[in-house]
């Protein structure tokens, strides 16, 4: 089992920054691929960026891409989000997930685990 628990969601202005948190905790962390995905109102569940388990292979929706940043630092069982130059079509409830393998896709289904969720809204 692995647990996830998302923070650094927060109601910001359009071309401002926010990081978000996924700590993890049970399962051996470092050996699970992890990702984030975002949900908006009305909307379905989407990919916006993965890590494999090492930190060394990342990938980003193109939606995202050149603005968002994922990260890890297993030594605290961490996973991170820089959103820079946001836009108000990043509002959404943004999740962190893990999966039992050490590379995953972009797929909600490559993911065995979920956090609860962190609120991102972006005003124009």
């Known amino acids: 089992q692995v647990q996830l628990v998302e923070s650094g969601g927060g109601l910001v202005q359009a071309g401002d920054s926010l990081r978000l948190f996924c700590a993890a905790s049970?399962?051996?962390?470092?050996?699970?691929?992890m990702g984030w995905f975002r949900q908006a109102p009305g909307s379905e569940r989407e990919f916006v960026a993965a890590i494999s388990w090492s930190g060394g292979s990342t990938f980003y929706a193109d939606s995202v891409k050149g603005r968002f940043t994922i990260s890890r630092d297993n030594a605290k069982n961490t996973m991170y989000l820089q959103m820079n130059s946001l836009k108000p079509e990043d509002t959404a409830v943004y999740y962190c997930?893990?999966?039992?393998?050490?590379?995953?896709?972009?797929?909600?289904?490559?993911?065995?685990?979920w956090g609860q969720g962190t609120q991102v809204t972006v005003s124009s």
């Open positions: 997930a893990a999966a039992k393998v050490q590379v995953a896709g972009s797929s909600a289904d490559d993911y065995d685990y």
């Open positions: 049970g399962r051996t962390f470092r050996r699970t691929a």
